[in-house]
């Protein structure tokens, strides 16, 4: 207790070298780091005023709230200034129902022309059952130039008893009217429509014969069994099956092999063709009259 009293007494007669020594012995010198990271510290909250204050700016939407007041306000200086909708153009429609474009598109003659979004009316578009793809222009001042590009259909396709109509990339055409597309072939088999638009194009090599066609089924995922009018079946080559319609094709151009009474035709052997006849084995009597 004496001790500290007598240093308090000291200190305050004003003894400067003991007041210096003591404090150099009781303040402890900061670490060298201590300072830069104070400015790095410093440097982050910078950051985060600079970049957090738009991110919530958006994410409360006070910033989209800004960005659509100014872009509604733009549109509305565009239209005054005469930028609108006067003509609404459309190519490439051929089995889209009209009321569904028009649902899609949704324009009105007087509309701003910078008032609507070609990407989303593009994926309004594609979106109906027909259209495969589709591309939307502005044409200042006034025009908005639609492009369509349909599915083309090919074939129908049977699978589990039922009937789709498919196009020539083996892809289902929903809500289509089977009744008007009764005149294509009809494929057959779970893969059948993936390699429908290959065997349409064989066929197609020999018009004549083609056009007797009524079906084709698809044997093990590997080749076709084609069935004529008549009830005629031809058995395709698993290789080789543009060589083996080729040579059919020759054969009823030579020797009327269809007219005969035949059931089935077997070519899936190169070298020789193996016929089974109908019931009665005999050819059929050519029906005269007059041609339509």
Not at 39 to 46: E, S
Not at 135 to 147: A, D, F, H, S
Not at 186 to 196: E, L, Q, S, T
């Amino acid at each position: 207790m004496r001790l500290i009293k007598g240093r308090a007494a000291k200190n305050a007669r004003g003894s400067k070298g003991v007041d210096k020594a003591a404090l150099k012995r009781r303040r402890k010198a900061a670490p060298r780091w201590v300072r830069p990271a104070l400015r790095g510290a410093a440097a982050v909250a910078a950051v985060a005023v600079l970049v957090g204050g738009p991110v919530w700016m958006w994410r409360s939407g006070v910033a989209g709230a800004i960005y659509d007041g100014a872009n509604r306000s733009a549109v509305a200086v565009t239209a005054e200034m005469g930028l609108t909708v006067r003509a609404v153009l459309l190519e490439g429609r051929r089995h889209t129902p009209r009321a569904d474009v028009l649902r899609a598109v949704s324009l009105e003659r007087g509309d701003a022309i910078f008032g609507f979004d070609p990407a989303g009316m593009r994926a309004r578009l594609v979106a109906l059952p027909w259209v495969r793809d589709a591309t939307v222009e502005r044409r200042l001042p006034g025009t908005v130039n639609i492009r369509i590009l349909e599915h083309r259909p090919l074939a129908l396709w049977q699978r589990d008893r039922q009937l789709a109509l498919i196009d020539d990339r083996g892809e289902v055409i929903d809500g289509a009217d089977l009744g008007k597309f009764r005149d294509l072939p009809i494929v057959v088999g779970p893969d059948a429509a993936r390699h429908a638009a290959t065997l349409i194009a064989l066929l197609g090599t020999e018009p004549a014969l083609a056009s007797k066609v009524s079906a084709a089924v698809r044997v093990g995922k590997r080749r076709w069994n084609i069935r004529l009018a008549g009830g005629i079946q031809v058995q395709l080559p698993e290789t080789g099956a543009h060589a083996a319609w080729r040579r059919l094709a020759r054969l009823e151009a030579r020797h009327r092999l269809l007219a005969r009474d035949i059931r089935n035709i077997d070519m899936r052997l190169p070298d020789r063709l193996i016929v089974r006849a109908g019931e009665t084995g005999r050819e059929a009597a050519p029906v005269r009259g007059k041609r339509t």
